[in-house]
Nanobody
Framework: QVQLVESGGGLVQAGGSLTLSCAASGSTVSISTIGWYRQAPGMQRELVAA???????DYADSAKGRFTISRDYAKNTVYLQMNSLKPEDTAVYYC?????????WGQGTQVTVSS
Protein backbone atom coordinates (compact mmCIF):
# COMPACT_ATOMS: atom_id res chain seq x y z
CA GLN A 1 0.00 0.00 0.00
CA VAL A 2 1.22 3.49 -0.89
CA GLN A 3 -0.14 6.73 0.46
CA LEU A 4 0.30 9.97 -1.44
CA VAL A 5 -0.40 13.42 -0.04
CA GLU A 6 -0.24 16.44 -2.32
CA SER A 7 0.24 20.01 -1.20
CA GLY A 8 1.23 23.37 -2.60
CA GLY A 9 -1.71 24.20 -4.79
CA GLY A 10 -3.38 27.57 -4.78
CA LEU A 11 -4.28 30.66 -6.72
CA VAL A 12 -1.61 32.40 -8.76
CA GLN A 13 -1.57 35.01 -11.49
CA ALA A 14 -0.56 34.16 -15.01
CA GLY A 15 3.22 34.17 -15.32
CA GLY A 16 3.65 33.18 -11.71
CA SER A 17 5.10 30.06 -10.13
CA LEU A 18 4.02 27.31 -7.80
CA THR A 19 5.72 24.25 -6.39
CA LEU A 20 3.64 21.18 -5.70
CA SER A 21 4.79 18.50 -3.30
CA CYS A 22 3.82 14.85 -3.15
CA ALA A 23 4.74 13.14 0.11
CA ALA A 24 4.76 9.41 -0.41
CA SER A 25 4.85 6.56 2.05
CA GLY A 26 4.79 2.81 1.60
CA SER A 27 7.10 -0.09 1.00
CA THR A 28 7.44 0.32 -2.77
CA VAL A 29 7.71 4.10 -2.97
CA SER A 30 11.46 4.20 -3.55
CA ILE A 31 11.20 1.87 -6.57
CA SER A 32 8.06 3.39 -8.04
CA THR A 33 7.57 5.84 -10.85
CA ILE A 34 5.90 8.94 -9.47
CA GLY A 35 3.90 11.14 -11.76
CA TRP A 36 1.91 14.32 -11.68
CA TYR A 37 -1.37 14.32 -13.56
CA ARG A 38 -3.98 17.02 -13.90
CA GLN A 39 -7.65 17.18 -14.68
CA ALA A 40 -9.50 20.29 -15.72
CA PRO A 41 -13.32 20.47 -15.55
CA GLY A 42 -14.87 18.44 -18.34
CA MET A 43 -11.50 17.13 -19.46
CA GLN A 44 -9.72 13.81 -19.15
CA ARG A 45 -6.95 13.38 -16.65
CA GLU A 46 -3.61 13.85 -18.36
CA LEU A 47 0.01 13.23 -17.52
CA VAL A 48 2.02 16.36 -16.76
CA ALA A 49 5.36 14.89 -15.72
CA ALA A 50 6.80 11.71 -14.27
CA UNK A 51 10.04 10.58 -12.67
CA UNK A 52 11.22 7.01 -12.41
CA UNK A 53 12.92 5.43 -9.41
CA UNK A 54 16.18 5.93 -11.27
CA UNK A 55 15.53 9.61 -11.87
CA UNK A 56 14.54 9.53 -15.53
CA UNK A 57 11.95 12.16 -16.33
CA ASP A 58 9.16 12.54 -18.84
CA TYR A 59 7.11 15.63 -19.60
CA ALA A 60 3.98 16.45 -21.50
CA ASP A 61 4.63 18.85 -24.37
CA SER A 62 2.64 21.51 -22.51
CA ALA A 63 4.99 21.23 -19.54
CA LYS A 64 8.35 21.14 -21.31
CA GLY A 65 10.45 24.19 -20.59
CA ARG A 66 8.14 25.45 -17.85
CA PHE A 67 7.77 22.62 -15.33
CA THR A 68 10.43 20.60 -13.55
CA ILE A 69 9.84 17.37 -11.67
CA SER A 70 12.31 16.30 -9.02
CA ARG A 71 12.60 13.68 -6.34
CA ASP A 72 14.03 13.72 -2.83
CA TYR A 73 14.65 10.07 -1.96
CA ALA A 74 15.50 10.82 1.66
CA LYS A 75 12.15 12.53 2.20
CA ASN A 76 10.18 10.29 -0.19
CA THR A 77 8.83 13.45 -1.74
CA VAL A 78 8.38 14.41 -5.37
CA TYR A 79 8.14 18.04 -6.39
CA LEU A 80 6.68 19.76 -9.40
CA GLN A 81 8.10 23.22 -9.92
CA MET A 82 5.78 25.13 -12.22
CA ASN A 83 6.92 28.38 -13.79
CA SER A 84 5.36 30.74 -16.32
CA LEU A 85 1.92 29.46 -15.40
CA LYS A 86 -0.94 30.00 -17.82
CA PRO A 87 -4.71 30.05 -17.24
CA GLU A 88 -4.90 26.77 -19.16
CA ASP A 89 -2.81 25.16 -16.43
CA THR A 90 -5.80 25.51 -14.11
CA ALA A 91 -6.78 22.03 -12.93
CA VAL A 92 -6.72 19.63 -10.03
CA TYR A 93 -3.25 18.14 -9.88
CA TYR A 94 -2.89 14.55 -8.74
CA CYS A 95 0.13 12.59 -7.63
CA UNK A 96 0.38 9.03 -8.94
CA UNK A 97 2.57 6.12 -7.97
CA UNK A 98 3.18 3.13 -10.27
CA UNK A 99 5.08 -0.08 -9.59
CA UNK A 100 4.25 -3.03 -11.85
CA UNK A 101 0.47 -3.40 -11.60
CA UNK A 102 0.21 -1.37 -8.42
CA UNK A 103 -1.18 2.11 -9.05
CA UNK A 104 -2.07 4.64 -6.38
CA TRP A 105 -3.47 8.17 -6.46
CA GLY A 106 -3.43 11.07 -4.09
CA GLN A 107 -6.46 13.18 -3.31
CA GLY A 108 -5.41 16.05 -5.55
CA THR A 109 -4.61 19.72 -5.06
CA GLN A 110 -6.27 22.60 -6.90
CA VAL A 111 -4.19 24.96 -9.00
CA THR A 112 -5.92 28.04 -10.32
CA VAL A 113 -4.17 30.48 -12.63
CA SER A 114 -5.88 33.81 -13.13
CA SER A 115 -5.41 35.90 -16.25
Amino acid sequence: QVQLVESGGGLVQAGGSLTLSCAASGSTVSISTIGWYRQAPGMQRELVAAISFGGSTDYADSAKGRFTISRDYAKNTVYLQMNSLKPEDTAVYYCNSRFRSYVYWGQGTQVTVSS
